[in-house]
């Protein structure tokens, strides 16, 4: 099985899978709203550094910059392309946010007689293949307990710490 997509929403994760078997590809779609593991997360936050760096942006953009997902390409020698989608604020509006979508960018060395396009840093290339192992986990099924939603509900509700008030 080769991953070659997958976004995070705050309601589904979905990831598209895809196997070759004697010449023939094999491709499918799933979507589940179980909650990912921590380290899925917490990868995908770190791409925001490569985001920001692929689409030449200011650095100062780096903490407004929050990754969705990546999409992942084959050549037929299995050389891999990425791209990552993700959301930036849009301030002529104030509030909301802009997708984004970065280059495409090899994270593999080319294969004799490839294309020799841009090519990812040994930074950017670790930062992916640790994405790129907590999303096949997941896609694998190695899952936290609950559902996204759940999560999101919890999250929003204020925490009460059993003090009193200070006034």
Known sequence: MKLTNIRINPKTVAYSTMNVVDDATDKAHHQTEELPLPALQETL????????????????W???????G????????????????FDRPFEMMGEGTLRNVTPTVRIDKAADGEDKK???TKAHVKLIEEFIAAAEDYANGKRAQGTLDQYAKA?????DDGGEPLL
């Open 118 to 120: 841009p090519v990812a």
């Open 70 to 85: 990546i999409s992942i390409s084959y050549t037929a020698a299995g050389t891999r392309s990425v791209s990552i989608v």
């Open 45 to 60: 936050a770190n791409l925001s550094s490569v985001c920001c760096k692929w689409m030449d942006c200011p650095n100062s």
């Open 62 to 68: 780096n903490d407004g910059i929050k990754p969705l």
């Open 155 to 159: 999250q929003a509700q204020p925490k």
